[in-house]
């Protein structure tokens, strides 16, 4: 009996694990930028709702949240820098190996938490607060499909755009890649990271905006998945 493995996932459909992140891509996007998940900051809703019992709905948190920062929590918790808080956060889910976490910082975050009830981002999923301005950003670059896919996108299907905002087809959850049809941009999330991958090609003017609508840097050829132990 042979072994079943699965042939290369399509890159312009998938996350690299490890490593340099515009390596992984070459040939196919020339700039990742990397979208900071937003602290989520309960309104409307009480912070105790957050938990397995009563975890409020996306719709929920859209209406009963507000986005707080990296840079605001940065000037709260008097970490150092954005790398500082994003090994803190892998940390705190033990998400990182043991000989590079920071839990002095993990501390720092969790501390926060508790003390402003503002709730750290969530890991290795496209965010509630991000999940509709992502969409409706992609659909203003005159997109009105995507494609969906698993993992390693050996499942994928196409959704138009309207449907997944406004809920009646299934939501975007988990982990998965969410690709354009003409395979020039990709949102995609790595399994222990508190950030999204944008991904797309010279050509494509989404370079040009997505710095001034999402907390974020481009990749440079530096860059790694684990980009906090590699600051750049």
Known sequence: MYDRILPPSDLYASCPQDGLILEYYAGIFEWVYIILNPFIKPVQLSFEQFNEESYPT???????????????VLYYTKLNNISTIDIGLRTSIRGINKQFEDNESAKKLLEFEAKEHILLPPEGEHPDLLHDLVLNWIKGLGYKWVWVGDECCTERKLYWIDDLLDETVPTITGHVNVFTPDKK????????????????????????????EFEGFFCSERTQVYWGLHPT
């Open 58 to 72: 996306r719709k929920e948190i859209q209406i009963g949240c507000e986005t707080v920062s990296w840079s605001q």
């Open 185 to 212: 941009l990709l949102w995609t999330v790595h399994w222990d990271s508190h950030c999204t991958f944008l991904c797309g090609t010279l050509d494509h003017p989404a370079k040009n905006s997505v710095g001034n």
